[in-house]
Nanobody, 124 residues
C-alpha cells in the first residue's frame, strides 16, 4: 500500500484544514487508516483512526471534538477534517495504514504503511 498525504498548509489559530490521503491498491478497505503527527523535537503521536468499514473511529484526547476522520473506500481516500486549530496542532501529519489493529489500538508500532507527511502550521 502506498499512501500520499496532502492538504497541509499555513492557517491561523481557530481556522480549519482538511487533510487528504490517497491510497494505492485494491485492498484498501481491509486496512484501518489513521493519522499521526510529529511536532518538532517530539515523538510521533496518534491523532485519529478509522476502521476499514468506516463504522468505528478513535481520536486522541487532544483533538477530540475538533477533528473528524472519514474515508471513502470507493475512492481509496481517507480524510482528516480539523477545526478550531490551535498552535499546538502545528506538526507534520502522516497518514497510516494498519492491517490488524483496531482503530482504538492503532499506534506507531502497529502501523504497516506510512505516507510521506504533510506540514500543518498554525499561526497566532
Amino acid at each position: 500500500v502506498q499512501l500520499q498525504a496532502s492538504g497541509g498548509g499555513l492557517v491561523q489559530a481557530g481556522g480549519s484544514l482538511r487533510l487528504s490521503c490517497a491510497a494505492s491498491g485494491r485492498t484498501f478497505n481491509i486496512y484501518a487508516m489513521g493519522w499521526f503527527r510529529q511536532a518538532p523535537g517530539k515523538e510521533r503521536e496518534f491523532v485519529a483512526a478509522i476502521t476499514g468499514s468506516g463504522v468505528t473511529t478513535s481520536y486522541a484526547d487532544s483533538v477530540k471534538g475538533r477533528s473528524t476522520i472519514s474515508r471513502d473506500n470507493a475512492k481509496n481516500m481517507v480524510y482528516l477534517q480539523m477545526n478550531s486549530l490551535e498552535l499546538e496542532d502545528t506538526a507534520v501529519y502522516y497518514c497510516a495504514a494498519d492491517r490488524f489493529a483496531a482503530a482504538q489500538d492503532m499506534s506507531v508500532v502497529t502501523v504497516d504503511y506510512w505516507g510521506q507527511g504533510t506540514l500543518v502550521t498554525v499561526s497566532s
